[in-house]
């Protein structure tokens, strides 16, 4: 009876464990991901805040059309490479998450 008690001690507190290191992951990725987020948001308003002077400041139309399809051609480039980042962040984070549960599932007979 003792013995049953204390195996199930260790499954249990195994498995905190497990949860733990795993809500920890999870957690890290989630400040990783803010701080892209962070990071993404200021480099956009400044690329833009750029675009508009440089738009502003040219003396013809075709200049302004031209400033402002560059613009728009590294905007769209640059939310492409950050959601690929983002992605590839919640990728990592969720195998990550993962691992401390893999060899749980080896233990139960089939």
């Known amino acids: 009876m003792i013995s049953a008690f204390d195996d199930f001690q260790k499954f249990s507190k195994e498995n905190a464990d497990m949860a733990m290191e795993s809500a920890n992951v999870v957690t890290k990725g989630f400040q990783t991901i803010a701080s892209e987020a962070a990071d993404y948001s ?3 308003f400044e690329a833009g805040a750029a675009a508009m002077e440089k ?3 040219a003396g013809t139309l075709d200049k302004a059309i031209e400033a402002q399809s560059d613009y728009v051609r ?7 490479g950050q959601a690929t980042k983002v992605g590839e962040i919640f990728a990592g ?8 549960y893999e060899g749980l599932f080896g233990k139960f007979p089939r």
């Open 55 to 57: 738009i502003m400041a």
């Open 93 to 100: 984070m969720a195998k990550a998450a993962y691992k401390p």
């Open 74 to 80: 590294s905007a769209y480039e640059g939310y492409v």
């Open 42 to 44: 200021k480099q956009s």
